[in-house]
T-cell receptor, first 110, second 115 residues
Framework: AQRVTQPEKLLSVFKGAPVELKCNYS??????LFWYVQYSRQRLQLLLR??SRESIKGFTADLNKGETSFHLKKPFAQEEDSAMYYC????????????FGTGTKLQVIP | DAGVIQSPRHEVTEMGQEVTLRCKPI?????LFWYRQTMMRGLELLIY????????DSGMPEDRFSAKMPNASFSTLKIQPSEPRDSAVYFC?????????????FGPGTRLTVL
């Protein structure tokens, strides 16, 4: 069965410091990976997906199939990045079920 | 569009009582998902529907939990009887079958407290 692991429950960084939120997955096929974000008092929303290969709000994530990782990175953290981040995996082949990790709370210290 | 709508936003009840959570997906979306969010376990998928039909309910904790989707615009998640360990935030999400990005759109959640 597929699994998504986010090893850190809480990550605190200073404003301007680099950020890396770790995500590892276990799945033998070719999954589709996502990062969702939940800002305070807001709905959970899609941040980015690996297929898009785009940068959103300065965040990027590269799918590393060899290491089965999909870490979320940003070179310079901003206070408004403080939020809960969830890594998620969708199976290939048309399945709709998405498996989420346990989430990492990012706290950017001014 | 107001997005996914959930009600109530907050529910406080006593152990043993029946709890019903409601969800209205985005119009035109054909998939609906129920999740439970806790500090310890993060976001867990409970059940999802495709075209109003339950596809995967393997995440439903036990028989006390049941979910229905009588039509394309409404779904309920019922807990009977409720227990303190059911306290969590319950999210509903919907997705369009034609979505380019396979994105799920989440509701604001229902915060359930069982005393």
């Amino acid at each position: 069965a597929q699994r998504v692991t986010q090893p850190e429950k809480l990550l605190s960084v200073f404003k301007g410091a680099p950020v890396e939120l770790k995500c590892n997955y276990s799945y033998s096929g070719s999954p589709e990976l996502f990062w969702y974000v939940q800002y305070s008092r807001q709905r959970l929303q899609l941040l980015l997906r690996h297929i898009s290969r785009e940068s959103i709000k300065g965040f990027t994530a590269d799918l590393n199939k060899g290491e089965t990782s999909f870490h979320l990175k940003k070179p310079f953290a901003q206070e408004e990045d403080s939020a809960m981040y969830y890594c998620a995996l969708r199976l290939s082949g048309g399945y709709q079920k998405v498996t989420f990790g346990t989430g990492t709370k990012l706290q950017v210290i001014p | 569009d107001a997005g996914v709508i959930q009600s109530p936003r907050h529910e406080v009840t006593e152990m043993g009582q029946e709890v019903t959570l409601r969800c209205k997906p985005i119009s035109g979306h054909n998939s609906l998902f129920w999740y439970r969010q806790t500090m310890m376990r993060g976001l867990e998928l409970l059940i999802y529907f495709n075209n109003n039909v339950p596809i995967d309910d393997s995440g439903m904790p036990e028989d006390r939990f049941s979910a229905k989707m009588p039509n394309a615009s409404f779904s309920t998640l019922k807990i009977q009887p409720s227990e303190p360990r059911d306290s969590a935030v319950y999210f509903c999400a919907s997705r369009s079958g034609t979505s380019r990005y396979n994105e799920q759109f989440f509701g604001p959640g229902t915060r359930l407290t069982v005393l």
